[in-house]
């Protein structure tokens, strides 16, 4: 790993932080940034540089971050672009350890001059610079939080296990948001912008080395080194699942009309390849990224055997059509399972796959289904399909799903369809790291990408 | 670069093509139909036309010199008014399965390799597969099970597979080619596939 990449940890878990452009006025980036560290608690030292104040929040306001006696690992830039050279430059003579530059006024509006700046002195010094143009950093494990939208607007998830990497900062807000209303844990969100020094591939490096990463989310428009990203994505994607989300995939006009390969070809085919030979699995949409990734942290089925669960017949059937177009197959029971089943049942119920327990069935019923389920070697994954509206399904349901999810022999995924009753209660499952969906397609798509990526990860283990 | 310069560059190559002649007359065209032996196919080879079956610039199936004669007059009248390097005279191709293989390079990947279902449908289904050079075998197995045309491949409705490790071959050597020569695009189109092997009908690429 490259030092400025390995740097990248004074930016994620810093002892000091300086934020350059912090300010008293309510709204403004160095305002929100500010009230970020001090709201959640930031554990390390925070200055505000500004040469407008002498304090702010009850600290002491300095002029330039050279100015600040000790050492500082982190430095958020958050003034116009033209200033920002030289704050890069006085931060190396400080010797900072990171830097995230969160003003825009750069490549984009095609200042590639005070980009190219920057970048020169970030090589010369192995400085890790993210961004500009950019939302920066979240990490909940230490605090540090560069997103300068509000806390009381933007919700900030729990810690946990899923990194988000993401070129768009409004992509990236969004997901976040979205995240924290269904209580997904995170580990670390990027925002990285123009990517001018550190791109996409330098965070994803870093990340594969990240101990509290487990899976990684990667938000694209178009990458800054594309051979670069496939090769690390295929070296990534073997230590930790890399679920992809690329935006802008039409044609467009680049295409030759000499030939049918040229016509045919968009720059997203090129996309969309190099994430098939990297085994990187490509979502659909925002929704989609949350559907596949919750299931990542579930246990690697052995194979394709499907169970499903339900008291309700029809939600059964729709599960079963999308086991059928996905290419997943309905496991067989075998003739212990079927014994056990049998003794769960009503009279009037049958045993088969999918397992309906009727309407009547109750918490108990479902324990025991699920028990037996997951001490079936004929059974690979469980989808339990709950509907919330009978009356004999109460709270303790989300206890024995809760349990089963824990449990780790057997992937879970559970369906749950209906309106604000289903959602709260979908909610709580999701905040207990059980996969909800409240769509049997959802659901048997994420469990077909875990099964795909987990017969990768066994090719590759047996090599 | 003219057609017949692209078919020497390719062949140079390792690729095997179709026997052809181009024939600047009739009698060309006759003796070339006897060389190769009938059936043969015939095309346009003209700088200013690009889709040959559009302005009526080929024809197929021709099993005997009357035929073959009245296909050129034919062709040529089709043609008239444009730049005209000659008359394709090309053994005709066996029946399969059409593929095209064909390649691009990237302004973000570089080369990249495009495998799908080929001849005049192309672009309507645009059943296709990428991946970015260069390629291993694995990667060509993948792809021939990513096309919605696969289990025609695989041989569907009593015909037999067609013979992938042909296929394989050629799409490597694509690849390699693609790569050594800095090609800009190209495409194999069609290439036709039976259990036995595959005819490169129709190739064009740029540098």
């Known amino acids: 790993m490259n030092k400025n990449i390995q740097n990248l940890k004074f930016v994620f878990a810093p002892r000091t932080v300086a934020i350059v452009g912090a300010s008293a006025t309510a709204n403004k980036i160095g305002n929100v940034i500010i009230r970020n560290f001090l709201d959640a608690r930031f554990q390390g030292d925070i200055f505000p540089i500004n040469p407008k104040y002498t304090e702010l929040f009850g600290l002491k306001c300095y002029q330039k971050v050279s100015d600040v006696p000790g050492t500082i690992d982190c430095v958020i830039i958050a003034t116009p672009a033209e200033t920002v050279p030289m704050i890069v430059e006085d931060c190396v003579k400080k010797k900072v350890g990171g830097v995230i530059v969160l003003s825009g006024g750069f490549e984009e509006v095609n200042r590639t001059d005070l980009a190219q ?145 040229g016509n045919i070809a968009g720059s997203y085919l090129a996309y969309n390849a190099a994430f098939k030979q990297a085994k990187v699995t490509e979502a659909d949409g925002i929704i989609e990224v949350f559907d596949f990734v919750k299931i990542f942290d579930q246990t690697k089925p052995k194979g394709n055997r499907i169970a499903v669960l339900t008291n309700g017949g029809g939600i059964g059937v729709l599960t079963t059509d999308y086991i059928e177009s996905e290419g997943l197959s309905l496991a067989k029971f075998s003739d212990e399972t079927k014994k056990e089943l049998a003794k769960i049942l009503p009279s009037y119920g049958t045993v088969a796959n999918p397992l309906d327990l009727v309407a009547d069935a109750g918490v108990e019923a479902y324990e025991k289904a699920i028990d037996v389920m997951m001490n079936d070697p004929n059974i690979d994954a469980l989808i339990v399909i709950v509907l919330t509206q009978t009356p004999p399904i109460d709270e303790r349901i989300i206890h024995v799903l809760t349990k089963a999810s824990d449990d780790k022999r057997k992937p879970i995924a559970t369906i749950s369809i209906g309106g604000t009753y289903t959602e709260v209660y979908r909610k709580i499952l999701e905040s207990k790291g059980v996969p909800s969906y409240n769509s049997p397609r959802a659901a048997v798509k994420a469990i077909e990408r875990l099964i795909t990526y987990s017969r990768y990860w066994e090719q590759l283990k047996r090599k | ?180 020569e800095d090609i800009k695009e190209m495409d194999l189109n069609p290439v036709v596939f039976d259990e036995l092997g595959c005819d490169i009908v129709d190739v064009r690429f740029s540098r």
């Open chain 2, 1 to 180: 670069m003219t057609l017949i310069e692209d078919f020497n560059t390719l062949e140079k190559r390792g690729f095997r093509l179709l026997p052809y002649v181009l024939a600047k007359n009739e009698e060309d065209a006759v003796q070339a139909a006897k060389k190769i032996g009938y059936p043969v196919a015939m095309k346009i080879v003209s700088p200013e036309i690009v889709h040959k079956t559009d302005v009526g610039g080929v024809r197929i199936k021709i099993k005997n010199a009357e035929m073959l004669r009245n296909a050129y007059k034919e062709i040529t009248e089709n043609a008239k008014g444009k730049k005209i390097d000659g008359i394709l005279v090309q053994k005709m191709a066996r029946k399969g399965v059409e593929l095209i293989i064909g390649g691009k390079k990237d302004a973000q990947f570089g080369h990249m390799i495009v495998l799908g279902l080929g001849g005049i449908y192309v672009e309507i289904f645009r059943d296709i597969s990428a991946r970015i050079c260069p390629l291993v075998k694995s990667d060509v197995e993948e792809m021939v099970a990513e096309l919605k045309v696969h289990p025609l491949l695989e041989g569907a409705r009593g015909k037999k597979p067609i013979n992938k490790k042909m296929l394989e071959r050629l799409v490597l050597r694509v690849c390699r080619f693609m790569m050594e």
């Open chain 1, 117 to 261: 700046k920057i970048a020169e002195i970030a090589k010369k010094n192995n400085l890790p610079i993210i961004g500009p143009n950019c939302l920066g950093v979240y990490n909940p494990y230490t605090k540090v939080d560069s997103i300068f939208l509000p806390r009381y607007k933007l919700e900030r998830p729990k810690a946990g296990g899923i990194a988000f990497v993401t070129q768009s900062g409004a992509v990236g807000s969004t997901v976040m948001d979205l995240a924290a209303f269904y209580g997904i844990g995170i580990s670390k969100f990027i925002s990285y912008g123009n990517a001018t020094v550190l791109d996409e591939s330098d965070y994803l490096e870093y990340l594969m080395h990240d101990k509290d990463t487990k899976t990684i989310i990667l938000y694209l428009e178009g990458a800054k080194d594309g051979r670069k990203l496939l090769q690390t994505m295929k070296k990534v994607n073997k230590i930790k699942p890399i679920i992809a989300l690329k935006a802008g995939k039409g044609v467009g006009g680049q295409a030759a009309a000499r030939s049918h390969t």
